[in-house]
């Protein structure tokens, strides 16, 4: 397979703020609270980074007039209600939630503290906002590209490999992802004349066995869905993409420089940078 990487980015949702709400006294320090799914490596730590950065930009400087504490869930739901109810038990001036498990934890803990949320797919239809224009209640933030992204990988997909016949759509299937990604894969499939597989994988194991079974009907290419545990094993995956002489389209450019061919998705240090809890 051809190994140059092709990134394509896609941007987020903005929903109307809520900072207004947050207080801004200059005579304390601001507490944040933070609950995500990023991974424990360098690619998952860089966001962090760069939100600190963007609020020292902004004039809160962590350890003089801004505090935040972050606590990571991965893909654990119990663990992510844990971390929640502890995050809301300091007491922080705003929460900001990174990702669907994240959110959910976080909305179940608290209605009162103001919830900024980034890494979040179909927020209205998972009832976490009423809607973009008017989220309502005490939660706002960037969602990320509709379903539909889902359909456009494979339209990609198609686009790069002309040749190919059937497609594998694979998904954690021990995370909530949403159902409209799945079905937009499915809907996009029929017009590009793409035998579809969706799989949901339950741990790298399972991902192997049913890659591989899969791999035997020839013409085939790989979409891979958005989600903790796929970003912790990219490089597996990566790996048994090109093992079986695949193109394959990833959710995030950390896929593409692990040696992946192509990613369709949000910018996630972008959108961690965009995400203002707190004003100037």
């Known amino acids: 397979m051809n190994r140059r990487g092709f990134i394509m980015f896609v941007g987020g949702v903005a929903i109307p703020s809520i900072t207004a709400r947050i207080s801004q006294a200059a005579d304390r320090v601001q507490r944040i609270g933070v609950l995500h799914i990023l991974t424990d490596d360098a690619t998952g730590r860089s966001p962090l980074t760069q939100f600190q950065d963007r609020l020292q930009r902004l004039g809160w400087t962590v350890g003089r007039n801004v505090l935040i504490d972050a606590r990571r869930a991965g893909d654990d739901l119990k663990r992510a209600q844990a971390y929640a109810a502890e995050l809301v038990q300091t007491a922080p001036d705003v929460i900001f939630a990174a990702g669907n498990v994240s959110l959910k934890a976080v909305l179940q803990a608290t209605r009162s503290i103001p919830i ?26 960037i969602a990320n590209p509709g379903s539909a992204i889902s359909g456009a990988r494979l339209r990609a997909l198609k686009e790069i490999a002309p040749q190919i016949t059937q497609a594998m759509v694979i998904h954690d299937a021990n995370y909530p992802t949403p159902p409209g990604l799945l079905r937009a894969a499915e809907a996009e499939a029929a017009p590009l004349k793409i035998g579809l597989t969706v799989s949901g994988v339950r741990d790298v194991v399972d991902m192997e066995r049913q890659i591989g079974e899969f791999s035997k009907q020839g013409n085939g290419g790989l979409v891979v869905i958005q989600n903790p545990v796929f970003a912790r094993h990219q490089d597996r995956i990566v790996t048994l993409a090109d093992l079986h002489h695949w193109p394959a389209v990833y959710p995030f450019a950390s896929f593409v420089e692990a040696g992946g061919l192509m990613s369709y998705g949000v910018n996630i240090n972008e959108k961690w940078r965009e995400s203002r809890v707190l004003r100037q």
């Open 116 to 141: 900024v949320f980034s890494q979040v797919t179909d927020p209205v239809t998972a009832g976490y906002v009423q809607n973009l224009s008017r989220p309502g209640g005490n939660v706002t933030g």
